[in-house]
């Protein structure tokens, strides 16, 4: 009998987010294929996000729990992470390790070297070097991505456009970076309808328009520029709601600037809302926000495109690589400026845009049918599995 290819991913937490679900069904795709026997190490899923632990263990899938292993630095804990790391490595003859998010992608890959794992590849999710940290911690973050590409034999990008900014920041060479785009259950956004009973239990009227937004409700996701644009919005378009799905530590911030602004009786936030209701959460969209200020590729672009929605995104990382700029949506450029500026931000570009979809009924179902077209095969999770597959496979072979 043929030994099974032993593969561990491992990842920091599995909280509610795009590379959590990417990770999750990544080893759930791989573990149905006979070739594998899959194992996911990972962080508890602390904070308001969300956990898809419990989804992980209804589905049967291998779990590792470690318990010191956190996102933020913590350097007793992080101590611990690297050698429980290192011990379950060394012990379980893997041959292949495959990391996700920035710690467990440092602490992981350190550890897979050092436990003497013969495979060793790294999915970048979102750069953890960015305009908007400070200089210092992109300093260390860029050097600790620089030394564990030495010995990574594959680093996957959700978008072409990652790869190339960590190939500019000489991460590493161009070569070793693979784009996979990141899977989904794409069916589920193909094929929904509205659904109205959805829409009445919100309170959303039949007349009234409504602008989504899907996304943890932290900095850098841009909830702040909606809020200031959507009371010009509401003011030239009484009938509109702005539903704003997820949750987090700036919930009680957002709902008073939402006050403040004299419009909280037209923004909507649904707290947590598990995964498979997103579908129908856009089908009552008629326009997606997503104006994000750090993404890989954001997963609420393509499952909006998929649903047939019309989609503003600032133009960052991957998101031009899917949005035709003035076809299925708008892309527009992402605030030049500092934290603590952000507040003067001017979003009449923001304004501008929603204002001409809510216009124009017509324009918004072009751009929807548009938008279709662009997402099929690869975004399906069953497209990525083959291609990690393919991956795994080929390095096998180079051994």
Request: charged fraction near 25%; include cysteine; proline fraction near 4%.
């Amino acid at each position: 009998m043929q030994e099974k290819i032993k593969v561990v991913h491992i990842i920091t937490r599995l909280i509610l987010g795009g590379a959590q679900e990417n990770t999750l069904l990544t080893v759930e795709g791989l573990s149905k294929i006979s070739d594998y026997e899959v194992t996911l190490f990972t962080g508890p899923p602390l904070g308001p996000e969300g956990s898809l632990v419990e989804e992980a263990k209804e589905k049967g899938l291998r779990l590792v729990l470690i318990d010191c292993l956190r996102r933020n630095i913590h350097p007793w804990l992080d101590f611990k992470s690297f050698f429980k790391l290192y011990s379950l490595l060394r012990t379980g003859s893997y041959h292949i390790v495959h990391t996700h998010s920035s710690k467990a992608g440092i602490l992981g890959r350190i550890a897979a070297w050092c436990a003497g794992v013969p495979i060793i590849i790294h999915t970048i999710h979102g750069l953890p070097f960015f305009p908007y940290q400070n200089k210092f911690m992109n300093f260390i973050t860029v050097n600790l991505e620089r030394i564990t590409a030495l010995f990574t034999d594959k680093i996957i990008t959700v978008c072409d456009n990652m790869a190339k900014k960590a190939h500019k920041a000489k991460v590493a060479p161009l070569n070793k970076f693979l784009t996979i785009y990141s899977g989904m259950a794409l069916d589920e956004f193909l094929k929904v309808k509205e659904n109205k009973k959805l829409k009445e239990t919100l309170g959303i009227k039949d007349n009234e328009l409504v602008i989504g937004k899907i996304a943890r409700l932290f900095e850098l996701k841009g909830h702040r520029f909606l809020l200031k644009s959507a009371k010009e919005v509401i003011a030239q378009f009484p009938n509109t709601k702005f539903l704003l799905i997820g949750d987090g530590i700036l919930k009680d911030k957002l709902e008073k600037q939402a006050l403040d602004l004299g419009i909280a009786d037209k923004i909507i936030f649904t707290g947590l809302v598990p995964r498979e209701k997103i579908p129908d959460y856009i089908s009552i969209m008629d326009i997606v926000v997503h104006v994000s200020l750090r993404e890989g590729l954001a997963r609420a672009i393509p499952q909006a495109l998929a649903c047939g929605k019309p989609i503003i995104s600032f133009n960052i990382d991957g998101a031009d690589e899917i949005i035709r700029n003035g076809q299925n949506g708008f892309l527009l450029p992402a605030p030049n400026m500092s934290e603590e500026e952000w507040d003067s931000y001017d979003c009449t570009q923001l304004t501008s845009s929603i204002l001409k979809l809510l216009q124009n009924d017509n324009l918004r179902k072009k751009m929807g049918d548009e938008g279709r077209k662009v997402v099929d095969p690869i975004f399906r999770a069953e497209y990525m599995v083959e291609k990690i597959d393919d991956l795994y496979k080929k390095l096998l072979k180079e051994i």
